[in-house]
């Protein structure tokens, strides 16, 4: 069965029984999210971080403290996702199938929107999607953009990238814009070096891909951004995603479409 065909149980059911990928092109219509956990005491400082910097991390769903499964993922977030990663005093310290043995009571499951979620709607629209077409990760960097700090959180903006084709970054703009819970409209196009990225052949999460003649490096805002400033802020203990092995949602990447006309908070005018 082709996994865009799968159902999220169908999906969750496989990864717990330990099938290991990334997630761009599963369950075609579903809703992606990104995982970050972290001890109660932390728990509103995240959600504060994710408000200042909402562009980057927006939150879908949020669990009760030592919850595994939220209104929105009725699966098992230690189990049910394809890759996770362990951190200890804000360095990365395994990656592992399950997190059922590392699970803490005290911990607080954040759901970040996903990118992934617009990808359908961008080929639809007839902009291509190279990871998809290769069937690898997709690329993210960390960028030398800042995010705006709180008390105890910082770290840098996390992207991710898709070459488009110069004629069609505006479609591309257009149509991303209009999913604002899943990072929204692209936050750079064109010279990577000008957010501080060195070199798109090394990403530091996912896998490179081409930028052929003709196309415009183009950079969204990335869920992984919370774990990279896990890491710059030295955080005691937290649960992620491998990023690009995401949590599929029990919920429609339409009901994150905004289909009302007025200002967007992330600079652009919905048609």
């Not at 879908?60 to 394809?82: C, I, K, N, Q």
């Not at 692209?186 to 003709?214: K, N």
Request: glycine letters at 10%.
């Amino acid at each position: 069965m082709d996994v865009a065909d799968l159902t999220p149980a169908q999906a969750r059911e496989r990864f717990r029984a330990g099938e290991r990928a990334p997630t761009a092109g599963w369950c075609r219509g579903w809703t992606q999210a990104n995982l970050i956990a972290v001890p109660r005491p932390l728990a509103y400082e995240l959600l504060l971080f994710a408000h200042r910097n909402a562009q980057a991390c927006p939150v879908l769903d949020v669990g009760e403290p030592g919850s595994y499964s939220s209104a929105l993922f009725r699966g098992d977030l230690r189990t049910d996702l394809p890759g996770y990663r362990l951190y200890r005093d804000g360095r990365p310290v395994a990656d592992a199938g399950d997190v059922v043995a590392e699970w803490r009571a005290d911990l607080v499951p954040f759901l970040i929107g996903c990118s992934f979620t617009f990808e359908g709607a961008l080929l639809a629209a007839g902009v291509p999607v190279r990871h998809l077409e290769l069937g690898t990760n997709v690329p993210m960097y960390r960028t030398s953009v800042a995010c705006e700090p709180t008390a105890t959180l910082s770290g840098p903006l996390v992207v991710s990238m898709r070459p488009v084709p110069e004629e069609l970054v505006e479609t591309a703009a257009e149509v991303s814009g209009r999913y604002p819970m899943v990072h929204g409209a692209p936050v750079h196009v064109g010279d990577p070096a000008a957010i501080g990225i060195a070199d798109l052949a090394r990403p530091d999460f996912g896998d490179p891909v081409e930028v052929r003649a003709g196309e415009v490096p183009v950079f969204w805002a990335c869920g992984v951004t919370p774990q990279a400033a896990v890491m710059a802020s030295g955080v005691e203990f937290a649960i992620g995603h491998l990023p690009g092995h995401m949590a599929i949602m029990d919920v429609r990447d339409e009901d994150y479409r905004e289909t009302w006309r007025g200002a967007s908070p992330y600079g652009w005018t919905p048609g």
